[in-house]
């Protein structure tokens, strides 16, 4: 990969924010940051009197954590519970317990029910009073862009596979390719290959269970087997 090839991957990157267990450490899936979020805001858009401002998914407790079953995607979080954070201005038409309660409500059911996120905390910060009655803002699509084709042979199977999960949009590329495969060595064990499977999930469907589903799929289209990762980047 070029200079500049680096430069673009490493930025985007950054962009799709902290790596996030998806599900618990069976569950071998991950979302970005950024597809959470917007999925998280888009909830939270239909609360009248109320506009999110800063908001950030990680761990709960670090020292809280399970080994996954797989390989995670690099730099991702291990499974463990989850906090959300979040600024918020409110109209005072009731009362900001009341406001406060309404939103952690939505956003911790939004996290399990439309995602599958294991969030035991809701942390929320009332910064400012707001006079009018804030309008929805449009929450842009998130993550990358489709992954262009991936390369000839058995990364092919395993891309076609993901797309024949119901509930996966299309496959992306934020970590450079939407499939990866390698080989995986293990002191004492024989070497085993491993894929990790990049997708964008659409919003009718539970991403938790996307992921799962994938993961079989991918597994049982390659000869050897591998063990598989799936790396949520987008919810559309």
Known sequence: MTADGWTRTVRHRLGLGRLLPLG?????????????EAALRRAAGGLRGVRLD???I?????QDTDEPVVPPPPSALPP??????????????EPLPVTAARVRTTLADAAAELLG??????DLRVTSLLDEVPQPAPVAPSGPPPAG???????????????????????????GRAVHLEER????????????VEIAVRADHRAVEVAREVRAVVAEALPDH???AVLVTAIV
Do not use: C, F, Y
């Open 24 to 36: 618990g450490p069976r569950d071998g899936a991950w979302i970005s940051e950024e597809a959470a």
């Open 54 to 56: 800063a908001l950030r």
């Open 58 to 62: 990680g761990l709960a407790d670090q």
């Open 80 to 93: 463990g519970p989850l906090r959300v954070t979040a600024d918020l201005a409110a109209t005072p038409t």
């Open 117 to 122: 996120l294991r969030v035991t905390e809701v």
């Open 149 to 175: 084709e991936p390369a000839a042979g058995e990364e092919t199977r395993a891309a076609s596979a993901a797309l024949s999960v119901p509930g996966v949009d299309r496959l992306t590329a934020g970590l």
């Open 185 to 196: 060595h293990r002191e004492g064990a024989l070497p085993r290959r491993h894929a990790l």
């Open 226 to 228: 591998p063990t598989v």
